[in-house]
Nanobody, 122 residues
Framework: QVQLVESGGGLVQAGDSLRLSCAASGRTFSSYAMGWFRQAPGKEREFVAAITASGSNTNSADSVKGRFTISRDNAKNTVYLQMNSLKPEDTAVYYC???????????????WGQGTQVTVSS
């Protein structure tokens, strides 16, 4: 069982930055790939970024490349999403997710966080 607790969301202006954090419980965090998804009002869930268990490889959506960076600190059992140059279209609930492999992150994560709201005003 993996429990994920997210933080760092908020209300910002276009062009601002935010860093989301996702803290995982348990002693097996370092063996799990991690990812971020988002869901805007009236829209389907959208993949944002994922990272391997070791942090050696990442994937990200075209819509956020060059602006968002996923990283992890296994010593702190935490994964981050650094969001720069935020746009109003980035407004969504952001969810942290985990799975045994990055392939599984992409196809269907095993565990989800509660979500944190990010709102970007123009």
């Amino acid at each position: 069982q993996v429990q994920l607790v997210e933080s760092g969301g908020g209300l910002v202006q276009a062009g601002d930055s935010l860093r989301l954090s996702c803290a995982a419980s348990g002693r097996t965090f370092s063996s799990y790939a991690m990812g971020w998804f988002r869901q805007a009002p009236g829209k389907e869930r959208e993949f944002v970024a994922a990272i391997t268990a070791s942090g050696s490889n990442t994937n990200s959506a075209d819509s956020v490349k060059g602006r968002f960076t996923i990283s992890r600190d296994n010593a702190k059992n935490t994964v981050y999403l650094q969001m720069n140059s935020l746009k109003p279209e980035d407004t969504a609930v952001y969810y942290c997710a985990s799975a045994p492999s990055i392939v599984r992150i992409m196809t269907g994560p095993y565990y989800w966080g509660q979500g944190t709201q990010v709102t970007v005003s123009s």
